[in-house]
């Protein structure tokens, strides 16, 4: 009979040695993760703050294999858009501080 596992989300707080990671799950639990070989195989990179989805056995709920590393587009698009605006504002007020002093 094969091992049920299940799967979850979660954000890498701590990289470890030799692959290991520590992952705080969304129920707040901590788990020792640690890179599937495909993973290892792609050379993905992973990071402490990246969100990954890892793979749990029903034997020891404290280990886990990281499986996917989910892409943070959405955080990442919100700063570049902030950092625009902001160039935008400087732009702006530069602009303005050269009208005042022609």
Known sequence: ?????????GLVTEALSNGMFRVRLENDAF???????RIRL????ILP???VQI?????????GRIIHRLS???????ESNNEELDNKESN???LD???SNN
């Open 1 to 9: 009979m094969t091992e049920k596992k299940k799967i979850h989300e």
């Open 31 to 37: 788990v020792l993760g640690y890179i599937s070989g």
């Open 42 to 45: 792609n050379l993905i990179q």
């Open 49 to 51: 703050g990246d969100r």
């Open 55 to 63: 793979e749990i056995s029903d034997y020891d709920s404290t280990k």
């Open 72 to 78: 943070n587009k959405k955080s990442k698009n919100k």
């Open 92 to 94: 702006n007020e530069e």
């Open 97 to 99: 501080n050269k009208e």
